[in-house]
């Protein structure tokens, strides 16, 4: 079975400085790898995603993320973090296949809080 | 606002009572799911419709649970007896097909009483 796992619950980051969300995989297949983040008592809002090609994919927002296969890892980064990107993240991984197993599989997220 | 709608937005109900929550998808997206949020953990996948079938159900979908996408439009979730554990968010996505991403809704936020 596939899942998450986002190793940090909290994290705090000064405003400007640089960020990095950890986020591990299980998934038998070739994975479509996902983050997403929502604010408080809002839904997902999609942020970047990986299909396949370019292992380093840029998102919305100033994000990036990197996929590397042989660490199941794929880690969101941000050079300069700003007050407004405080909020909770979520790392997901779906079947490639787009099959009958189709759900995405989440995280338990990490809670970005940003320091003035 | 062509995004995915879900109504109501919040839902406070009492113990044993029936609710039912409401999933607008975007218009052209024939994958419809739910998933349920409690607080401090990411989503989990309840049930998934390709236009009006229900292809998989989670273990977490109890049979007080039913969902239906009758015209492979808009889809419903209800909950029968809900019990206090039932409270939580429950958010709805939709995607195109194979290889796109899915759309998540505002979600419906239930608190069971």
């Known amino acids: 079975a596939q899942s998450v796992t986002q190793p940090d619950i909290h994290i705090t980051v000064s405003e400007g400085a640089s960020l990095e969300l950890r986020c591990n995989y299980s998934?038998?297949?070739?994975?479509?790898l996902f983050w997403y983040v929502q604010s408080p008592g809002q839904g997902l809002q999609l942020l970047l995603k990986?299909?396949?090609?370019?292992?380093l994919v840029q998102g919305i927002k100033g994000f990036e993320a990197e996929f590397k296969r042989s660490q199941s890892s794929f880690n969101l980064r941000k050079p300069s973090v700003h007050w407004s990107d405080a909020a909770e993240y979520f790392c997901?991984?779906?079947?490639?296949?787009?099959?009958?197993?189709?759900?995405?599989?989440f995280g338990k997220g990490t809670h970005l809080i940003i320091q003035p | 606002d062509t995004g995915v709608s879900q109504n109501p937005r919040h839902k406070i109900t009492k113990r044993g009572q029936n609710v039912t929550f409401r999933c607008d998808p975007i218009?052209?997206?024939?994958?419809l799911y739910w998933y349920r949020q409690t607080l401090g953990q990411g989503p989990e996948f309840l049930t998934y419709?390709?236009?009006?079938?229900?292809?998989?159900k989670s273990r977490l979908l109890s049979d007080r649970f039913s969902a239906e996408r009758p015209k492979g439009s808009f889809s419903t979730l209800e909950i029968q007896r809900t019990e206090q554990g039932d409270s939580a968010m429950y958010l709805c996505?939709?995607?195109f097909g194979k290889g796109t991403e899915a759309f998540f809704g505002q979600g419906t936020r239930l608190t069971v009483v």
């Open positions: 996505a939709s995607r």
């Open positions: 998934y038998g297949a070739t994975p479509y």
């Open positions: 997901a991984v779906g079947a490639y296949s787009g099959g009958g197993a189709d759900g995405l599989t």
């Open positions: 990986y299909f396949s090609g370019d292992t």
């Open positions: 218009s052209e997206h024939n994958r």
């Open positions: 419709f390709q236009n009006e079938a229900q292809l998989e």
